[in-house]
C-alpha cells in the first residue's frame, strides 16, 4: 500500500542552525501540507503546497520557514534558523485532490538545544 | 474562531467494552470531518464524513456526523488491547480547492486486558 515517508526519523540541531525536513508523498497525490505537533500539544497546520506554490500557511509559517518540490517525488521543509520553540514533531501529508482525505508520514522529531 | 473539541479527553476500558468518543466543531464553511487514530507516530486515517446522518463502518469501528448539531461520534465495539491509541478529530473548511486540517486536542483510549 502506497505511503508517505520522511527523513530523518529524528534531527536534533543546535539554536541558530538551518534543518532541512524531507517528505516522499504518494506518488498521484497532487496536494501536500506539513503540519506540527508539539509534544503534548494539538496538530497544528503549518502550510499546503499545490502546483509548485504554497496555497495556505499558518501563522506559524514565518519568514524562517520555506518549502519546495526539488523534483517529482520530494517535498522539504526548511527552517533557516531554528528556536528552541522549533522543537516538535513536523509531520507530512498528501491528499489526491484538495478535498480528499490526507495521508500522513511518520513524522520527523526535531530536537533544537 | 475556527475550533474543535473532543471529549473526553482520555478513557480507560477493558476488553471488550464498547466506546463513543466525541467531536464538536465550530468553522465557517465546514467541508468535511475526519477521523484519525494515532498511536506512536503518525495519524493513520480512519474515516472522512461529509453529509449527516450517513454512517460509516469499518469493522468494529463506525462513525456519524450530525451537520445541524455540529459534532460526530466514533464508536468502537467489542475494543480489543490493540484499540489503544489517541483519536483525533480534524475538520477541513471550504478555502479554496485545498484542505487545511484543524485538528482537535484528542482522546486518549486505554483498553487493558
Not at chain 2, 31 to 37: I, M
Request: glycine share 6%; aromatic share 12%; net charge negative.
Amino acid at each position: 500500500e502506497p505511503e508517505v515517508t520522511q527523513t530523518p526519523s529524528h534531527q536534533v540541531t543546535q539554536m541558530g542552525q538551518e534543518v532541512i525536513l524531507r517528505c516522499v508523498p504518494i506518488s498521484n497525490h497532487l496536494y501536500f501540507y506539513w503540519y506540527r505537533q508539539i509534544l503534548g500539544q494539538k496538530v497544528e497546520f503549518l502550510v499546503s503546497f499545490y502546483n509548485n506554490e504554497i496555497s495556505e500557511k499558518s501563522e506559524i509559517f514565518d519568514d524562517q520557514f520555506s518549502v519546495e518540490r526539488p523534483d517529482g517525488s520530494n517535498f522539504t521543509l526548511k527552517i533557516r534558523s531554528t528556536k528552541l520553540e522549533d522543537s516538535a514533531m513536523y509531520f507530512c501529508a498528501s491528499s489526491w485532490q484538495g478535498s480528499y482525505e490526507q495521508y500522513f508520514g511518520p513524522g520527523t522529531r526535531l530536537t533544537v538545544t | 474562531e475556527d475550533k474543535v473539541v473532543q471529549s473526553p479527553l482520555s478513557l480507560v476500558v477493558h476488553e471488550g467494552d464498547t466506546v463513543t468518543l466525541n467531536c464538536s466543531y465550530e468553522v465557517t464553511n465546514f467541508r468535511s470531518l475526519l477521523w484519525y487514530k494515532q498511536e506512536k507516530k503518525a495519524p493513520t486515517f480512519l474515516f472522512m464524513l461529509t453529509s449527516s446522518g450517513i454512517e460509516k463502518k469499518s469493522g468494529r469501528l463506525s462513525s456519524i456526523l450530525d451537520k445541524k448539531e455540529l459534532f460526530s461520534i466514533l464508536n468502537i465495539t467489542a475494543t480489543q488491547t490493540g484499540d489503544s491509541a489517541v483519536y483525533l478529530c480534524a475538520v477541513t473548511m471550504f478555502s479554496g480547492g485545498y484542505n487545511k486540517l484543524i485538528f482537535g486536542a484528542g482522546t486518549r483510549l486505554a483498553v487493558h486486558p
